[in-house]
């Protein structure tokens, strides 16, 4: 069966799915976004589909916290952001009628603090900081850095960085076998100048630019969904990111089992087998085809013995890195810092805070502090209220007066969080070798999430879904063949 394209599934999706055949019986096996929109498009056709989640809700990494905050505040854990260009999620949000709004990552007062000073991004201000840059960065404000080392690159690489249909051509491919920081270092480009870079590459804030791929880093960065093309049109999902998959679990209500944890798949000529958790007993269900839309991450955990996977994609699964980030809440009696839309890049062990409730009406704030790499990995190892206490140590310096204002906080560490094990995918030099294996289909199981879609993405809401829709094609392929 030949893998559908991009384009085609693009096509499918705008074209509603018309005569789209579907299994008797399918188990998906993952209650997130991806994993929402098949069973959504199979039930609505008549499929028996039977979607098992380990964890009490619906949406995945779609995380929003509501506890222990007062006054209604809420705070996205995970995904928060969708753009114009976020085709599968603005096609979902329409049907489904989720509302949006301006997303908080517009208009933001956004700063550095280095070596405990305030600066802005032009370079007056930068070079009162008295980084280490070299002469031609001294003259640059922050945006003209990115120009100089980050876009021209994607301008010297059009038109394939940007095309529709995702292909690594041969122009492109050293690029994924060098590391971002790397690439920008030949581009001339000094340590602290990257430094200052690095809050602009929102999607790879979550690991180590020395290991990430140079080539998946530059296809994000030459995207609409850039940071660096931020526009009043960015949007967040109206009350909370988790309304969205909540919409979809409206629709499937009994389809979805909650607390149901898959421990074992397997298959042979004619059905595939899943064996759960199910209140203290081992339960097996069969089905003509199962969607695994877990990340890797969880699938390391599950017995693959008897799944008659191809060594490619067992590689795949055991090398497939996730990005470690932990994201602490901290809920403030009022707001006591002057900037409005409060956004800091910081040379602290806590790489940015911000204002996570700008616009939110009444005294109250949540201050959001955001730790990753290395730095996420040392702080997860302490307890709860280990942790609060040294992010308000920490913050106390760019924020005075946060202990005095703070009541009361949480924190995520998506390393250690049940079902998930990492924030989203962090694609490694040599990424785009793994990517044919992670999506292709083994016998009678399909695969989707954002670790599935045809290009590298760091957890995007529209890639999951574009996962689900390339599956649901495959499933009507595989009714043919």
Not at 161 to 176: H, N
Not at 361 to 385: F, N, Q, S, Y
Not at 427 to 454: D, N, Q, V, W, Y
């Amino acid at each position: 069966m030949a893998e559908p394209t991009q384009t085609e599934v693009r096509q499918a999706l705008d074209n509603g799915l018309e005569g789209l055949k579907t299994p008797r019986k399918v188990v998906v096996v993952g209650a997130g976004l991806s994993g929402l929109a098949i069973a959504h498009e199979l039930t609505r056709r008549g499929c028996d589909v039977t979607v098992l989640e380990a964890s009490d809700r619906p949406g995945g990494r779609a995380y929003t916290l509501r506890d222990p905050f007062a006054d209604g505040l809420y705070a996205e854990a995970g995904a928060m952001t969708v753009t114009p260009y976020c085709h599968y999620a603005m096609h979902y949000i329409r049907e489904l009628g989720v509302e949006l709004e301006t997303s908080d990552l517009v208009d933001t007062d956004f700063s550095y603090f280095v070596g405990g000073r305030f600066a802005g991004t032009d370079p007056a201000s930068l070079n009162r900081l008295g980084l280490p840059m070299n002469d031609e960065e001294r003259r640059m404000s922050t945006d003209e850095m990115v120009d100089r080392y980050v876009q021209a690159i994607c301008r010297e690489n059009q038109p394939e960085i940007s095309a529709p249909e995702w292909r690594v051509t041969e122009r492109l491919a050293p690029y994924d076998l060098r590391s971002v920081h790397q690439v920008l270092r030949e581009q001339g480009a000094s340590d602290a100048a990257i430094d200052l870079m690095e809050p602009y590459f929102l999607e790879m804030r979550g690991g180590d630019l020395k290991s990430a791929s140079a080539l998946a880093w530059l296809r994000h960065e030459a995207s609409p969904h850039s940071l660096v093309k931020a526009d009043p049109r960015w949007s967040k999902i109206k009350g909370g990111t988790d309304q969205f998959p909540r919409a979809f679990a409206e629709r499937l209500k009994d389809h979805i089992h909650y607390r149901r944890t898959v421990v074992r798949v397997e298959q042979d000529d004619t059905a595939a087998r899943v064996t759960f958790t199910d209140q203290g007993r081992l339960q097996t269900m069969e089905a003509d085809r199962v969607v695994l839309t877990v990340p890797f991450s969880v699938a390391r955990h599950i017995d693959l013995s008897d799944a008659r996977f191809s060594d490619a994609k067992h590689d795949a699964i055991r090398r497939l890195k996730y990005s470690s980030i932990v994201r602490v809440y901290l809920q403030m009696r009022r707001k006591f810092w002057k900037d409005a839309n409060a956004s800091y890049s910081t040379d602290l062990p806590v790489r940015w805070v911000r204002d996570a409730t700008p616009h939110t009406e009444g005294p109250r704030r949540i201050v959001e502090c955001l730790i990753t790499g290395w730095r996420a990995k040392a702080v997860a190892a302490m307890g709860d209220e280990e942790r609060l206490r040294f992010v308000l140590d920490q913050i106390e310096q760019p924020l005075p007066g946060a202990r005095e204002h703070f009541e009361t906080g949480t924190s995520v560490v998506w390393d250690k969080r049940p079902h998930a094990e990492g924030a989203y995918i962090l694609p490694e030099t040599g990424h785009s070798a793994l990517m044919p294996a992670i999506r292709k289909p083994e016998g009678r199981i399909h695969f989707a999430g954002e670790h599935a879609a045809f290009e590298p993405n760091g957890g995007s809401m529209t890639f999951a879904l574009e996962s689900a829709v390339r599956t649901l094609v495959e499933l009507d392929r595989a009714a043919d063949a």
